[in-house]
């Protein structure tokens, strides 16, 4: 991961000093500063008790120049709170243009798996104060690989195609212990379509999925003493998963509504099958949006592979099915969250916003409440 | 921070002159062959449309925003808000999709670049408009 992220450095320097050469260089950039603070006792994102903004604040720079005028180098350096606003280049790409309708890609690019994947970053872009993240929580955002993009329209119809391959290496938190991602041989479709106040999108992805979760290589270790190939089962190591997902919007400008549905099944592994979703609206008037969000996260689709103990002498079978249901359970989880804010449209490049979210765990019951603020802005 | 807010709030409203919507002209340049309507305005501010319907490259001419005829096009030809147009080109600028248009200062920097550019399409107040420039939309 660390050398991985050198060699990107090593590719960004590059990139910016192409720049130097260069007349025409854009530097934009964009902050969200999002303070929160949860109910006593209480936690959410992050967030507690204590008024804190690191969780979900970030500042980024995006450093962008025309090489000749078919290609373009961008360079795009985030310092996220949850990482102690240490600054990494998250992207690092170069962009051909090969026709009107047609461009390509290549090096570390945003994955685009949902509607708000390409700008997700950027709080002015939408009027969420954080993208909803029962869907845009994933450890898998960005890849280093190679995007085609096609574009064009037919009278009303707006379309646009990508097809994106690469390699994903990421880090995540697994029931708070630390995890490693890897999915290699990436291949994502996705199609967007826009007609009059409509808009549609679809997405489906493949990969071979590696976990690395230290916390659970006691209980493989266990397993597979017991039985190998049901160790073999449950670990994710080059396993197949998929993703897909799907999105509608109508927007009429005085008033919005939208949904997101988004999968992941990596039947292969522990990792239960999960399914996510969203719904928000939203009115426009003035410089205010006022709006409300309802999303449902769920992981909680029972224990897999129990079927397949009743191959074991009863004797073995209490011992391989705590094992079995103790390596799937730091995954599971099942969750609806509901949020009110609104958006105040302080100029053309900053926007203020508030909200109230409140997530319960539909497990037991436990309801987190958090308030959380927010200064957007872009330049 | 409560104090912070309603002290730049108080500005935004002390900086927003808020004008009648006045009646506002699409021009281009004299030479300018094109087919221009409404829609083709609107796909080439938001970046959609790269060439007029010739096959010319299209430059866009914004004025800044802090010109009342820029709220008025956002609204009128693009069918939003200023913030909201930013908004979307925040979704584009951050993806290198797009470079929004160029701004220019006031309605005398849209007509001296619309003259000098064969390419260039801006909007003013029909008011403003002069001979050296053509008229592709009035509203």
């Known amino acids: 991961m660390i050398k991985l992220n050198k060699n990107l450095s090593v590719i960004a320097v590059a990139v910016l000093a192409t720049f130097q050469a ?18 006593s006792e209480d936690s959410l994102y992050d967030y507690d008790d204590n008024i804190g903004f690191a969780s979900q604040s970030l500042f980024a720079i995006q450093v962008s120049g025309d090489i000749n005028d078919k290609m373009t180098a961008t360079g795009q350096l985030v310092a996220r709170g949850s990482n102690d606003y240490s600054a990494d280049f998250e992207w690092a790409y170069i962009t051909y243009q090969t026709s009107d309708n047609t461009s390509v890609s290549a090096g570390r690019l945003r994955m685009p798996l949902f509607k708000y994947s390409a700008s997700l970053d950027v709080g002015y872009s939408y ?29 009303d119809l707006e379309y646009s195609f990508q097809f994106t391959t690469g390699n994903i290496d990421s880090e995540f938190t697994l029931a708070g212990a630390s995890a490693a991602l890897v999915i290699d041989n990436v291949v994502a479709i996705t199609g967007d379509f826009a007609y ?13 999925v590696n976990f690395d979760i230290p916390d659970l290589e006691p209980a493989f270790t266990q397993l597979s003493q017991l039985s190998a190939s049901l160790s073999d089962k449950l670990q994710a190591s080059d396993d197949s998963g998929i993703f897909y997902g799907g999105s509608i919007e109508y927007d009429v400008f005085d008033w919005f509504v939208a949904a997101e549905y988004t999968g992941v099944e990596i039947s292969d592994s522990f990792y239960p099958d999960e399914v996510n979703y969203y719904v928000t609206a939203g009115i426009r008037t003035g410089k205010w949006t006022p709006f409300i969000t309802y999303e449902k996260s769920d992981l909680n689709n029972g224990p897999k592979f129990l079927s397949e103990i009743s191959g074991f002498p009863a004797a073995f079978q209490p011992g391989v099915t705590q094992l079995v249901v103790a390596i799937q359970q730091p995954a599971v989880a099942e ?22 979210v409140k997530r319960t765990n539909d497990i037991n019951d436990k309801e987190d409440s958090l308030l959380r603020f927010a200064v957007n802005y872009v330049f | 921070m409560i104090k ?3 002290l730049l709030m108080g500005l935004l409203f002390l900086g927003n002159s808020f004008a009648a919507s006045a009646a506002m002209s699409v021009v281009v340049n004299k030479k300018n062959t094109a087919e221009i309507d409404e829609k083709v305005v609107q796909r080439i501010f938001l970046g959609k449309e790269k060439k007029f319907s010739n096959g010319d490259i299209a430059v866009p001419i914004n004025l800044a925003t802090n010109n009342v005829g820029r ?8 069918g939003r808000s200023s913030s909201q147009v930013s908004a979307y080109w925040s979704k584009l600028v951050f993806t290198g999709k797009g ?4 701004e220019v200062e006031n309605e005398a920097d849209v007509l001296a670049a619309v003259e000098a550019d064969i390419n260039a399409i801006g909007y003013i107040d029909s008011t403003s408009v002069t001979a050296a420039v053509k008229v592709v939309i009035s509203k």
């Open chain 2, 4 to 6: 912070k807010t309603g």
């Open chain 2, 71 to 78: 709220g008025v096009f956002d609204e009128q030809i693009l």
């Open chain 1, 196 to 208: 009059k106040n409509w808009k549609f999108r679809g997405v489906y992805a493949t990969g071979k």
């Open chain 1, 127 to 155: 009027h969420w104060v954080v993208a909803p993240q029962s869907v845009y929580g994933v450890p898998f955002n960005n890849i280093d690989g190679v995007r085609f993009d096609y574009s064009g329209y037919t009278g």
């Open chain 1, 335 to 356: 969750d609806n969250t509901i949020s009110v804010g609104v958006r105040y449209d302080l100029d053309t490049n900053v926007a203020l916003k508030a909200d109230i």
């Open chain 1, 22 to 39: 260069q007349a025409d260089i854009r530097i934009n950039g964009f902050a969200n500063l999002t303070g929160g603070i949860t109910s």
């Open chain 2, 99 to 102: 470079v929004p248009p160029k």
